[in-house]
């Protein structure tokens, strides 16, 4: 197992990167693009903020960002 | 812009196109995904009848499931009615699992385990044993069974523990591996487990009867298939995943449109009370569209209280199943219109190797309760009450007659109250929301252990009130009898988590106890202890918002740390006092009728006092030496309701 160590901050937030476009739903331009956890398990979205339709949905790691040394091999 | 419309209702289905979608007719799916939830039941009973240790005969500490194939993606369209800590996790479990281990390298006749936290969910000692069917050559599913394993090793025996620091001292972590091969034993893997664990000639036998009961889940699966068709079979596995994701998509559009706020926290880590950790919820409705977003929770603890990111998954699913859609099964569709934001590294989706995953349901039972805050206020009625959420769990272990013995949550709290709903008072002894176990016999208990219950009861004045009441706290004390060692785990004291709603009030905190031989002799009469300052002043506190000198509950008195004594080394005759949380009530107390609170006076959930303070109600009598003669005094209580009313208002 890699090695992951413990946050500085008390506090943790999960980073949504905004992304050009516009929502085909909604008309919104309040796009953005992170992982989430859902049915099927992690999912990297790209996300309408105001109506929560999405545009794009492609896997995530298996285990998140957990990597395991022995899939190196 | 375009509206994208909702899909066909399941139901609105004609039958070609119902046909078209499921491979087999409606009546066929429904009788399929019925017999899907029987396999699993029939799995668990037969290992729930025949386990040898503890934590499964008398705990029911295991759950079951099955799976449909890799090429469906995995889909659990069955869970048993068991442990509800492991259904969620399980439908992650076996794809993360099997994929990781090549579903190309399964044959008929093996049994794959996994028990990392990291990979699969909950705790080490939690192992996932899964069995792929075939069928004419094929893989068509797989039949799995999670079970608590007496042991898995590292420095605490039975591994119950808030004080370990990392996955060393936690136990040992199995990657997936064939346990079974060809219906044979795979002796380097059971020597893996013998080699590390204790209580190995109760593992043997507990590991051997999770096998049996997975051939049993394999028969009856393949008898399945075999009379209605693999196609049918492979319809109604989707149809039952259809079928909870299209309720709970309903469920959520019925809320209104908005961002929902939540919180919950539990007292410190293992290592000292400097830092409480704290779960933040934002809930957003958009249509049938949910997101819940975790973003502001504290980062991971640096001890073994943290829960893992499946754990935080189960939770979530499991709250909004509760509130919003509890009358249709739990499957891995439950969560398809969901999206849930997780930042990783928190105490409840904690990072190897320093993130020590154990006491997971103690950080994501707070998760929960967060949720059920967080939708209180919209839900209105249906809202629910808070839990004790604090299993507040204690485990012994010593020697007896040159034998290793140890217990397993059996004289803590571990058992306690839940909140109230709008349809009726709450029930007092129950596992928390998180759970669905049994409670070990108290016979079983002092006849396995140098032990004596000396109490498990309800204590008067701790449920919250309302019109419907909360559950009463449990309080049991347990006096030990030969030198013991003890790990206490009480995570949430310093503020109730039996909150009420609807106008109902908080459930009180709990806290721990011990005293010592001589201080026991001291404050038992017959054998028991009291509730009086005086028998507490002579106590040492373990754990709770305390007055420092009478060590009695009081909300502005001092944090005792709960592993300020990582390991309680007890001379014989020392006893123990777990007193849970409270549960929440629902709906103003002030419309409770009279004769229930009359009721609850004669059976001691309440007091005179409280009777009158919190629920407007005057009651006269003596309910300790005349429970029967206890008088209601009608206008005097409706003089106090109508002043309390007025004051509201
Ligand atoms: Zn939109």
Redesign the pocket.
């Known amino acids: 197992m890699s090695v992951y160590p413990r946050s500085s901050e008390p506090f943790l937030f999960v980073h949504k990167e905004p992304v050009q476009g516009q ?1 085909p ?2 008309g ?1 331009h309040n796009l953005r693009r992170y992982p989430v956890l859902s049915e099927g398990g992690w999912w990297l979205v790209t996300k ?1 903020q ?2 929560l ?1 999405s545009l794009e949905r492609e896997r995530w790691g298996r285990l998140g960002s957990i990597q395991l040394l022995s899939e190196t091999l | 812009m375009v509206r994208v419309e909702p899909p066909v209702l399941i139901k609105d289905l004609d039958e070609d196109a119902f046909r078209a979608r499921y491979q087999c007719d409606r009546f066929t799916a429904t009788v399929l995904s019925s017999r899907l939830r029987y396999i699993v039941q029939h799995m668990c009973t037969g290992l729930l009848t025949n386990a040898f240790s503890v934590i499964l005969r008398d705990w029911y500490d295991f759950a079951s499931t099955i799976a449909g194939p890799p090429e469906l993606d995995y889909p659990t369209p069955a869970v048993s009615n068991s442990l509800v800590l492991f259904l969620g996790t399980m439908t992650d479990a076996v794809r993360n699992a099997v994929e990781e281990f090549g579903p190309q390298n399964l044959q008929p006749g093996d049994v794959l385990m996994c028990n990392d936290p990291y990979r699969i969910g909950t705790h080490v000692n939690d192992v996932c044993f899964i069995r792929p069917v075939f069928f004419e050559g094929r893989l068509v599913g797989f039949v799995n069974l999670q079970a608590h394993m007496l042991d898995m090793g590292g420095v605490v025996p039975a591994g119950f523990s808030g004080t370990k620091r990392n996955v060393y001292e936690n136990g040992l972590v199995i990657g997936p591996q064939l346990l079974y091969h060809d219906d044979r034993p795979v002796k380097s893997a059971w020597s893996l487990i013998f080699d590390n664990a204790r209580f190995g000639n109760l593992l043997l036998p507990d590991i051997k009867t999770i096998y049996q009961n997975l051939r049993l889940g394999e028969n009856l699966l393949l008898e399945t298939i075999q009379r209605y068709g693999v196609e049918s079979y492979l319809g109604a596995v989707r149809y039952a995943c259809d079928l909870s994701a299209e309720t709970m998509r309903q469920a959520l559009a019925r809320l209104p449109d908005g961002e929902f706020e939540g919180e919950d926290f539990i007292d410190c880590d293992g290592v000292d009370d400097s830092e409480e950790y704290h779960v933040k919820v934002k809930v957003r409705i958009r249509g049938d569209r949910a997101e819940v977003d975790l973003s502001g929770s504290s980062r991971q603890a640096r001890t073994s209280i943290n829960g893992g990111w499946l754990d935080a998954k189960t939770a979530v699913a499991v709250a909004l199943k509760y509130l919003l859609d509890p009358r249709s099964p739990f499957t891995s569709g439950t969560l398809r219109n969901v999206d849930i934001v997780l930042p990783e590294g928190t105490f409840f989706s904690a990072m190897p190797p320093d993130g020590a995953i154990f006491l997971y349901w103690e950080s994501t039972q707070p998760l929960l309760l967060a949720i059920f805050r967080a939708l209180k206020e919209a839900l209105g009625p249906n809202a629910v009450g808070g839990d004790y959420c604090s299993l507040n769990i204690h485990n012994a272990n010593g020697v007896r007659n040159g034998v290793p013995w140890v217990t397993m949550a059996q004289c803590g709290g571990e058992h306690g109250p839940w909140g109230a709903t709008k349809d009726g008072d709450a029930d007092s002894y129950m596992v928390f929301y998180l759970a669905n176990n049994l409670d070990p016999a108290t016979e079983a208990i002092e006849a396995d252990f140098p032990c004596v219950v000396l109490r498990k009861e309800y204590a008067t004045d701790t449920a919250g009130a309302g019109r419907h009441r909360g559950g009463a706290a449990v309080v049991k004390d347990t006096l030990w009898l030969t030198e013991a060692e003890h790990y206490s785990m009480p995570l949430h004291t310093k503020a109730p988590s039996g909150f009420g709603v609807y106008g109902g009030k908080d459930g009180a905190v709990g806290a721990v106890w011990v005293w010592e031989p001589e201080a026991y002799e001291q404050v038992q009469r017959a054998g028991l202890v009291g509730f009086d300052e005086a028998v507490y002043r002579q106590a040492t506190p373990v754990a709770g918002v305390l007055n420092p000198e009478s060590h009695t509950l009081d909300h502005q008195g001092r944090y005792f740390h709960f592993a300020r004594v990582p390991i309680w080394r007890t001379r014989p005759r020392t006893m123990f006092r777990y007193l849970t949380n409270g549960g929440g009530g629902w709906g103003n107390p002030l419309e409770r009728p009279p004769e229930r609170v009359l009721r609850d006076v004669r059976d001691e959930y309440i007091s005179i006092e409280t009777a009158r303070e919190l629920y407007g109600v005057v009651i006269q009598g003596d309910p300790q030496h005349d429970p029967e003669g206890l008088q209601i005094d009608y206008e005097a209580t409706q003089a106090l309701r109508n002043a309390a009313a007025s004051q509201r208002h």
């Open positions: 929502c739903e909604c919104s309408c105001d109506c339709f």
